[in-house]
């Protein structure tokens, strides 16, 4: 997925984590195959800085890693060399900081180029901030 997004070279790219949705056939799935216990109550409000199924811990940091590093990666290909190393490293902060500002930067200069003042910048740090302090 991450090598065809490359190549494809999109303006905006984004990887989920599977999340089992309540009454959903995969939601069964993983509850019968003990990936999931039952638990909805535990989904991230985001849908995408952590999974609730059952992983061993390093493999599901690994996971989340690379959930946020994908979007950057993608938009700057040279990164890809480094990711082997960058998923073994316990920098989720700097990880959630450069997936929410790739995320910002690629959304608002590619997608949907600017046409705001100062202060809705302002704003969209303040809430950048408040993301990277929450997140694991």
């Given at each position: 997925t991450l090598q065809l997004n490359i190549e494809c070279k999109?303006?905006?790219?984004?990887?989920?984590?599977?999340?089992?949705?309540?009454?959903?056939?995969?939601?069964?799935?993983?509850?019968?195959?003990?990936?999931f216990d039952g638990d909805f109550s535990r989904l991230d409000d985001l849908l995408c800085l952590s999974s609730p199924l059952r992983f061993?811990?390093?493999?599901?940091?690994?996971l989340e890693r690379l959930n946020r590093l994908f979007g950057p990666v993608v938009a700057y290909p040279w990164l890809k060399r480094f990711l082997p190393l960058l998923l073994r490293l316990p920098l989720g902060?700097?990880?959630?900081?450069?997936?929410?500002?790739?995320?910002?930067?690629?959304t608002r200069m590619k997608v949907m180029p600017p046409r705001r003042g100062l202060r809705y910048y302002r704003t969209l740090l303040v809430l950048l901030w408040r993301r990277v302090a929450h997140a694991h």
């Open positions: 999109p303006d905006f790219a984004m990887a989920h984590i599977f999340y089992p949705f309540p009454g959903t056939e995969l939601a069964a799935y993983a509850e019968r195959k003990g990936l061993d811990p390093e493999q599901k940091k690994r902060k700097v990880y959630a900081l450069a997936h929410f500002l790739c995320l910002g930067y690629r």
